[in-house]
Antibody, heavy 119, light 108 residues
Framework: QVQLVQSGAEVKKPGASVKVSCKAS????????MHWVRQAPGQGPEWMGW????????NYAQKFQGWLTMTRDTSSGTAYMELSRLSSDDTAVYYC????????????WGPGTMVAVSS | EIVLTQSPGTLSLSPGERATLSCRAS???????LAWYQQKPGQAPRLLIY???GRATGIPDRFSASGSGTDFTLTVSRLEPEDFAVYYC?????????FGPGTKVDIK
């Protein structure tokens, strides 16, 4: 069973950046795709993009182009999602989810990381 | 991007009743890569159905789904108390992957 462990809650000011981590529990990391999904309070989930930890290739939703960066550390099996120029609209729970293929349903999810943006 | 519309927004039913949820896509979903998730407060979404009709590992057979192209349906044959939750559809055949706004199934 794959387990994903995410970093803790964050409170940020508008204009700042946030970096959230997601660590896979077993050494399966390089062969999978790591997706990031966010969910604002009372809203449906919103897919942000994926990273292939083996190659480093990324695919971001166009909405996030230019202010979202996904990276990975293959030695520790950890993926990172960094969002810059935060506004109150970015207040949400951020989830990582892992799939076997780039086009795949999201079987395994992290528990989520709350990011609150407030002045 | 493909826009998903779910109906109804809220479904009020009693335990033991049948629930039928609809998901409609603004354009055909590639390879019928349509998933259904269940979400309870404070939890991550849980995968129920993949590829329009495939039941995910460990999902009870009271959950079934069908559809193709632009119209998809999730059915819960007999609602158990733990089934009252919000249900989302998602298409993962075309980037950006998109989710519907959800259907809340609550206790009547």
């Amino acid at each position: 069973q794959v387990q994903l462990v995410q970093s803790g809650a964050e409170v940020k000011k508008p204009g700042a950046s946030v970096k959230v981590s997601c660590k896979a529990s077993r050494y399966i990391f390089p062969g999978y795709y790591m997706h990031w999904v966010r969910q604002a309070p009372g809203q449906g989930p919103e897919w942000m993009g994926w990273i292939n930890p083996k190659s480093g290739a990324t695919n971001y939703a166009q909405k996030f182009q230019g202010w979202l960066t996904m990276t990975r550390d293959t030695s520790s099996g950890t993926a990172y999602m960094e969002l810059s120029r935060l506004s109150s609209d970015d207040t949400a729970v951020y989830y990582c989810a892992i799939t076997d293929y780039s086009l795949d349903a999201f079987q395994f999810w992290g528990p989520g990381t709350m990011v609150a943006v407030s002045s | 991007e493909i826009v998903l519309t779910q109906s109804p927004g809220t479904l009020s039913l009693s335990p033991g009743e049948r629930a039928t949820l609809s998901c409609r896509a603004s354009q055909s979903v590639t390879s019928n890569y349509l998933a259904w998730y269940q979400q309870k407060p404070g939890q991550a979404p849980r995968l129920l159905i993949y590829a329009a009709s495939g039941r995910a590992t460990g999902i009870p057979d009271r959950f079934s789904a069908s559809g193709s192209g632009t119209d998809f349906t999730l059915t819960v044959s007999r609602l158990e108390p733990e089934d009252f939750a919000v249900y989302y559809c998602q298409q993962y055949g075309t980037s950006p992957f998109t989710f519907g706004p959800g259907t809340k199934v609550d206790i009547k």
